[in-house]
């Protein structure tokens, strides 16, 4: 143990005064230097988020753009002149393009999605860029073209493309067709599933197409030198390098050869490839071989890593109330708050950027505080007096990432667990941490110390699936299980008297447990309430009230009156009597008078009998949490709502989903408390309610029968933030969570503690959050596995102007801009809103829009230029069917901020359709966007209105995961049981709906997780056949680690799919096709889907020679009397 005042142990601040040593002469040489783009006389890269410019040695660097929001994807004219770029100023990634010299930016695009710059016309006069604008599924891109002068964007081809890349004169095109595994938030470097995109040429006049000789590896950045064309690939395991290749001699050279570090983006101009790789930017020569580094060193300091006050009210990581009430422990952004609740000042009591402080508790008698803390890869338990300035100790604790769950009335334990499924207290006197329960089941401990402190009751997962209340005794040190084993059992909460427990248990949670299954869905889970008489001697809380004269009272506290048994003295049976007696303020809570403290009754439980002694509480059976017993006995819980009891939309408010109530004994029965929370707690001594809103809005009331809540002034939550001292917390802390959270002990053979060595300098060279998102996706990369994500925390982004979309195509015509589609919805989805669609505005496809808002639009401008700022909101807009506005009329509509929907919608509907009329009208097509909850709604929807046909498409491409589907795999595999007749109706059978004929499922390189594990069941189970390609090829699974101290994300994969063979299989590998069919992108600019195609001939092949299994005509009646 050591003692400490308000200087804290800095871990972060020792590593990074490393920084130094570990990268040499680290002013000597900038690094992060992004994106390179060359010139004939110049180089552009991005740094900070901003774009630079400099010689084409690197010498004389010049900063172009001072932005706070990012710029990135510079590219230089051919002339070099002008510099195109995308920057997400107004909150939304457009094109910009300005002097190579410096100047203001100029705007191209105006589309609410991601445009984002991929290079120029050779000419000079249009700016290449992908955008996911007019994609009718998910997960893809298109190119476009705008001009530099500004105007009319000009799609280049139907088939999808994420970058691309013109020749010399303009004839083919270059260009990656699918997205790359390791990019963004995603952390997979060397995949080898089926994101692993090739390089194709397509002629756009002679729609001819060529391919790069591909292999299971990604490339990507396609850069034209001649007939030959240079780009990236990971071909050759180790790392990314620098290729060539030449169509007409179809020779394939490596032209670099790291063996460690990535080349991750490369620029061309004449012979010169310039390229980023281990942050340094390179140069090599095509013609003589020659590759230099180039030694770049800017001076400069950016402004997100200057030391800022923040704001942390939105991050709020946990919350407390003091033991009376008045105060409100809160921890935020890794700092440890006490927010008064009306008289004060708000107190950080940690002031430790770059440390993370967490899961502060009150001592039950306000005396004291506790919380963990980062103490170089492992917690520390951190004791502190509750004043500001106090006395601290901190005792070490063991490796693994530890959790506080609740303190000991007597102040003698801190119940904690580990993220190895370890519950544990740690004893104070002792300074010992001892184990109590391992839950074989990753869950989260819930627990309750009884008012003398001598149990804990906590909740363990089975084997089964299904949640056990047990009761450690700490006296004996033994266990007892207070349920039975058949039914779930959760949140145990002791009465104030420790004469109950009370629990919320279900005994129909079996099909909801195993949370990886898409059956759990539309399985409301419902939990009865309960309290357990835990002396053989008491009495239920609802004992039968009688008219009979009582005669004298007896003292509450001796628990013997029937009436004082329901409802026990606030001020002598206060949860922990010592509790009752505290006093929340700072100072105060040090000084409780021991003498006015009662004594706390023993608890006395009696394991004998116990599970008889069960009292049902007379409330409906609901999604009930949260279990809580005030002061005064009456119980408070939260009822939650759960998906398959109501819908609310994609535009509910997260969280906010529960509702908080209070059983009074007396009253017996429940009342509504408030609505609209994400959680509540209370005081340790019963008598004040800590509510918990929406986006971390935080409300105190009273218990009892008029809470009053108040809402809690957070404006003095606010930390001062040293931003490279946290990059390094963070930093570590996602090498630390990868160590302790990844499913495999081993991690798989990598050196991680060399790893943390090699990315650790690059640190020196942040200039922004988006900078160590970067690192940290290069870092847990080196895995090679998927679901490794890193991504958000505190960056930086412009408050976003909606731009408003008409959910139409809108394409040039006669200086006019004339509406080519109108997209018209769900009629069955009220959430999906189809602003032209709407019953009386009679817009149709080849109507013109001459204004919007009274301001005229042709042509030669930006049609979503004139949406700006219109999204959600009435627009008037001047239509005709003719472009000379001849009868011209206004309609008002509600432009949308998104029409994805919309297309994905059409697009199914058009597949059903073709389905339909390709084969007669026999064979049915159901698309899967996931296997998530919308998976399970499409499923449904589509599947049962088929369930007539004859045969099955199902539409697994694009699918972006969720659950392990075996619904779906159930329903699909049902075999014929029987059939029934009816008198008058038709026959039907016995699964009811189910179809029995061929079915075939269409896969690609975009179907991952969940959407790799569909295909690789239905084809084991021996459905059909797979038509496509391979799937992307993760199936190891996300995540039980927390967030970051800024509210970033990191996903560890903590377990993996293995097969009944004891394989481990299709984790960056993917399921492979039965039919390997590409989808042609020359068939898609016709019109023509290769992969549907397909499907529809197999299926058709396969129905001409089934017999069906199903009995269309029941038999010949009866004609015999018992028969």
């Known amino acids: 143990m050591k003692t400490f005042a308000l200087k804290p142990l800095n871990w972060a601040l020792a590593a990074a005064a490393t920084l130094a040593s570990l990268h040499g002469a680290a002013q000597a040489e900038t690094l992060l230097l992004r994106q390179p783009s060359v010139s004939a006389e110049r180089l552009a890269f991005v740094y900070g988020g901003d774009i630079w410019v400099a010689r084409r040695d690197g010498s004389e660097p010049r900063q172009l753009t001072s932005q706070a929001s990012a710029e990135y994807a510079p590219k230089f004219s051919p002339d070099g002149r002008w510099i195109a770029f995308t920057a997400n100023y107004d909150g939304n990634p457009d094109v910009y393009v300005m002097p190579a010299e410096g100047g203001e930016p100029r705007r191209l695009t105006w589309h609410p999605g991601a445009d984002v710059v991929n290079g120029w016309s050779p000419d000079g006069k249009r700016v290449l860029f992908s955008s996911a ?35 010399a004169d303009g004839q083919r095109l270059a260009y ?140 709020l990581q946990g919350a407390q109330l003091s033991p009376t009430g008045k105060r409100v422990l809160v921890t935020a952004r890794g700092e440890v708050f006490s927010v008064p609740v009306k008289d004060g000042v708000t107190q950080n009591l940690t002031g430790s950027s770059g440390v993370r402080e967490k899961d502060a508790l009150w001592r039950p008698d306000g005396k004291q505080l506790a919380w963990l803390r980062d103490a170089g890869f492992k917690h520390e338990l951190v004791l502190a007096d509750p004043a500001q300035g106090g006395k601290r100790e901190a005792h070490a604790l ?83 299980m207070l349920s039975d084993g058949l039914a779930h059992a959760v949140w145990p909460a002791f009465s104030p008297k420790g004469d109950l427990l009370y629990f919320a248990a279900s005994v129909n949670a ?17 939990l009865g309430l309960y309290a357990a008489v835990l002396s053989n001697e008491g009495r239920s809380p609802l004992w039968p009230k009688t008219a009979e004269e009582e005669g004298p009272k007896t003292d509450a506290k001796d628990g013997k009156d029937g009436k004082a048994d329901a409802k026990p003295d606030a001020k002598a049976d206060a949860k922990g009597d010592a509790k009752a007696d505290a006093k929340p303020d700072a100072k105060a809570d040090a000084k409780t008078d021991d003498k006015a403290k009662p004594s706390t009754k023993p608890t006395r439980i009696d394991i004998a009998g116990l599970q008889q002694r069960f009292v049902p509480l007379p409330v409906p059976e609901r999604f009930y949490a949260g279990l809580m017993v005030a002061a005064d006995g009456s119980l408070y819980y939260l009822d939650r709502r759960q998906q398959g009891v109501t819908n ?21 029965k429940p009342k509504s408390i408030k609505t609209g929370l994400s959680g509540a707690s209370l005081s340790a001594d019963g008598k004040k309610l800590l509510l918990e809103l929406p986006k971390g ?25 040293q931003p490279r001292e946290e990059w390094q917390q963070i930093f570590n802390e996602v090498w630390w969570m990868e160590k302790e959270y990844f499913y495999a002990p081993n991690l798989h053979g990598l050196d991680w503690d060399a790893v943390y060595k090699r990315y650790q300098p690059l640190l020196a060279h942040v200039q922004r959050r988006e900078d160590l998102n970067e690192i940290l996706s290069d870092m847990i990369g080196e895995f090679q596995v998927a679901h490794n994500n890193v991504g958000g925390g505190d960056t930086q982004s412009d408050a976003p102007v909606s731009v408003g979309l008409l959910g139409a195509d809108v394409e040039p015509h006669e200086g006019r801009w004339r509406l080519s589609k109108v997209y018209a919805g769900d009629r069955w989805n009220p959430f999906l809103k189809a602003p032209l669609a709407m019953p009386g505005l009679n817009v149709k496809a080849g109507d013109y829009v001459l204004a919007v808002n009274g301001q005229p639009v042709n042509a030669s401008q930006n049609f979503f230029r004139a949406f700006e700022n219109t999204a959600g909101k009435q627009t008037t807009l001047t239509v005709a069917d003719n472009p000379r506005g001849e009868k011209s009329r206004q309609v008002v ?52 209105a088929q369930s007539d046909k004859e045969a099955l498409i199902i539409d697994d491409r694009r699918n972006g995961g969720g659950h392990a589907a075996n619904y779906i795999l159930d329903v699909l595999k049902r075999p014929y049981l029987s059939g029934w007749k009816d008198r008058d109706a038709m ?137």
Do not use: C
């Open 133 to 167: 604008r007019e994609i009718a599924n998910s997960r893809s891109n298109q190119l476009f073209e705008v001009p530099v002068e500004g105007g009319p964007e000009r799609k280049l081809m139907k088939a999808v493309a994420f970058e691309g890349s013109w020749n």
């Open 176 to 315: 990656r067709p699918n997205r790359k595994a390791h990019e963004g938030a995603a952390g997979w470097r060397q995949s080898r599933g089926g994101a692993t995109p090739p390089i194709w040429v397509i002629n756009l006049k002679t729609q001819q197409l060529e391919k790069v000789p591909h292999m299971r590896a990604t490339d990507h950045t396609p850069l034209w030198h001649g007939d030959a064309l240079v780009f990236i690939s990971d071909r050759n395991d180790g790392a990314a390098n620098l290729y060539s290749w030449n169509g007409k001699t179809q020779q394939l050279r490596q032209l670099t050869r790291s063996k460690s570090w990535d080349v991750r983006s490369a620029g061309l101009h004449g012979s010169t490839v310039v390229y980023e790789m281990g942050g340094s930017l390179h140069q090599l020569d095509l013609k003589t071989g020659q590759d230099l580094t180039l030694r770049v060193t800017l001076p400069v300091a950016g402004a997100q890593t200057r030391e800022q006050w923040k704001d942390v009210s939105r991050q």
């Open 398 to 480: 063991p490796a693994g990432y530890f959790t506080l769950l609740e303190w000991s009335p007597d102040g003698k334990r801190i119940a904690l667990q580990d993220n190895h499924l370890q519950l544990y207290v740690y004893e104070l006197e002792a300074k010992a941490l001892k184990p109590v329960a391992r839950t074989p089941r990753r869950s989260q401990f819930e627990v309750s110390f009884s008012p003398d402190s001598r149990w804990l009751a906590y909740t363990i997962v089975g084997a089964n699936q299904l949640s056990q209340i047990h009761l450690h005794d700490f006296q004996t040190g033994q266990d007892h």
């Open 510 to 526: 079996g099909p909801r447990q195993v949370g990886l299954d898409m059956s759990v869905e539309d399985q409301p889970l419902r």
């Open 648 to 668: 609310e939309g994609p535009e509910a408010e997260a969280g906010g989903h529960a509702e908080l109530f209070r059983f009074d004994m007396e009253e017996r």
């Open 697 to 721: 809005k935080l409300e105190v009331a009273d218990t009892g029968d008029k809470p009053d809540p108040k809402a809690l002034d957070q404006s003095g939550l606010r930390a001062r933030i």
């Open 893 to 944: 509509v509600e432009p949308v901020s998104r029409d994805a929907g919309l297309r994905q919608w059409d697009w199914i509907e058009s597949n059903r359709a073709y389905v339909a009329s390709k084969t007669g009208g026999k064979v049915g097509y159901i698309y899967l966007p996931d296997t998530g909850r919308n998976g399970f709604e499409y499923f449904n929807r589509q599947f049962f």
């Open 987 to 1123: 026959v039907f059978n016995t699964p009811g709906s189910a179809v029995y004929g061929p079915k075939v499922m269409l896969i690609d390189q975009d179907a991952g997780s969940g959407g790799d594990y569909l295909p690789w069941a239905f084809s084991r189970l021996g459905l059909g056949p797979l038509i496509g390609t391979r799937t992307w090829g993760g199936l190891i699974g996300i995540s039980a680690n927390p967030p970051l101290i800024d509210n970033g994300f990191l996903t560890v994969p903590f377990f993996r799919f293995f097969t009944p063979d004891g394989e481990w299989r299709i984790e960056n590998e993917g399921t492979v096709p039965d039919m390997e069919v590409d989808l042609d992108p020359i068939g898609v600019n016709r019109g023509q889907d290769s992969q549907l195609d397909a499907g529809i001939a197999e299926v058709m092949k396969r129905l001409a020679s089934y017999k069906p299994v199903d009995l269309k005509k029941a038999p010949a009646l009866p004609t015999e009397l018992g028969k």
